[in-house]
């Protein structure tokens, strides 16, 4: 396949509306549409964009809860064809067992390519949603090799490590970062862990939070998209609200792991010494 070599990625930091889902696919329909306008390639929408994500309980989970051939997912297909697009955005996904997921879907003008499963759920999330027990998927797009995972995921960094050893060069997140106290002057405790995946891995990351509030939740609202260095390239922006971010990513530096003469990030790692047997 031949991939572009420099990819324009952009994180669409909007606020879907609880219950809302016509609201929500033509808030997302816009975005998309505004960020392919801005050269976007690959475009990144948060967690539960479809939905929103404070439920009361698991019953209005289940309400709002879509299949893979829902309308939300219809919808983004069929702009990902139209305007040629990588696109990937959460999404409460309704199982064939009568379970439920916070997943999130890649698209491109190939149809869906990929459905994610949170693995790790966050605070009241496990009373509504079934864990996922599926790594991170890394597909090969037009646009580059791309993973993603879901908000929490990001906690864990065996986790993100996986993708990173599967040659993805981007990782897109959809994510809700609660806000909550901190320091005077330090930055989210959450733009501050993409940064360090992205370095620890020499993988870029584009992590695309929400606006707003939600039924008492205000949102960190962190946006950010870090090269394969760690630093970010666009975000994280201290202005609230709706924000578009951009940036231009090679991607083909993510596939140099290398970080002095003679020493490569994947090349010196020894798992076996990882392993609780090798205490």
Known sequence: MNRATHVVVACCQVAPKIGDLAYNRTLTERAIRTAASRGAQVVVLPELVQSGYVFADRDEALALAESIEGPAITLWKALALELNLVIVAGFCERLD????????????????????????????????????????PVVETAFGRIGMMICYDLEFPEW?????????????????????????KERPAEVIRVQANASVN?????ACDRHGHERGVGWVQGSVIVDADGYPLSGPTELAGEQMLLATLNLAQANN???SNLNDLHGDRRPRLYSSAAL
């Open 160 to 184: 993100v490590r996986l993708p990173a050893l599967a040659g993805a060069q981007l990782l897109c997140a959809p994510v809700n970062w609660p806000d909550g106290p901190r320091p005077d």
């Open 257 to 259: 792991k290398r970080i």
């Open 202 to 206: 020499r993988m870029f990351v584009a």
């Open 97 to 136: 067992n009568g379970g439920l997921a916070n997943s999130a879907a890649m698209l491109d003008v190939h149809g869906v390519r990929a459905v994610y499963r949170k693995a790790h759920l966050w605070d009241e999330e496990n009373t509504i949603f079934s864990a996922g027990h599926s790594p991170p």
